[in-house]
């Protein structure tokens, strides 16, 4: 059973379009990360959220992080090609060590 | 180097050999990770180090893996006797924080066994 369940698992839409992608558990998480990772590259931290109800702006990127710090999602405005990549959200329960979601493969059509 | 670095990048083998993958965390940081990351999926927890122990090793897929630490710093991830299933990209990462910080990937070592 996986902690962080991420969906949808494969996205693909035309640029220009506006995409949102979710983080689910059934636990409390103290804070979470989002990743990017492009071909061939390790993941790369876009974002930490830590409040429940918080919501982060990164350019086109918008992070919520649910009240009850369960959940969490990313929209994207206005996707590019340059947004093409694998998603992780990552986050620790309790006093655990950092797990990873499934994963959401992004996919930006020029 | 100012950030994690790993070798080989590439490595390709016959089952049955042993390879060891090595990891050179960024100076200074004391929680480091092993994920094997399989074609088109994601992040597969292996083995966690806080300094030169390893407090959760349950990740590791079978007896023919393991993994060390010395000096609070660099790592290696052995695997005996290697099958096909064993191919994947190798990621490691550290951490300034025990567990809850931001994570700095290498780059990976693909490691495919024929």
């Known amino acids: 059973t996986q902690l962080l369940e991420q969906s949808p698992q494969f996205l693909s839409i035309q640029e220009g379009e506006n995409l949102t992608v979710y983080c689910n558990s059934s636990?409390?998480?103290?804070?979470l990360q989002w990743y990017r990772q492009e071909p061939g590259e390790g993941p790369v931290l876009l974002v930490t959220v830590v409040t429940g109800g918080e919501v982060k702006k990164l350019k086109r990127l918008t992070f919520q992080f649910g009240d009850a710090r369960k959940d969490s999602s990313l929209h994207i405005t206005a996707a590019q090609p340059g947004d093409t990549g694998l998603y992780l959200c990552?986050?620790?329960?309790?006093?655990?060590?950092?797990?990873f979601g499934t994963g959401t493969r992004l996919t930006i059509i020029p | 180097g100012a950030g994690v670095s790993q070798s080989p990048s590439n490595k390709v083998t016959e089952k049955g050999k042993d390879v060891e993958l090595r990891c050179d965390p960024i100076?200074?940081?004391?929680?480091l990770y092993w994920y094997r990351q399989r074609l088109g999926q994601g992040l597969e927890f292996l083995i966690y180090f806080q300094g030169n122990s390893a407090p959760d090793k349950s990740g590791l897929p079978s007896d023919r893996f393991s993994a060390e630490r010395t000096g609070e710093s660099v790592s290696t991830l052995t695997i005996q006797r290697t099958q096909q299933e064993d191919s994947a990209v190798y990621l490691c990462?550290?951490?300034?924080?025990?567990?809850?910080?931001?994570?700095?990937f290498g780059e990976g070592s693909r490691l495919t066994v024929l």
């Open positions: 990552a986050g620790t329960p309790g006093d655990e060590k950092l797990t």
């Open positions: 100076s200074g940081h004391t929680a």
């Open positions: 990462a550290s951490s300034s924080l025990s567990n809850t910080g931001e994570l700095f």
């Open positions: 636990s409390v998480f103290s804070s």
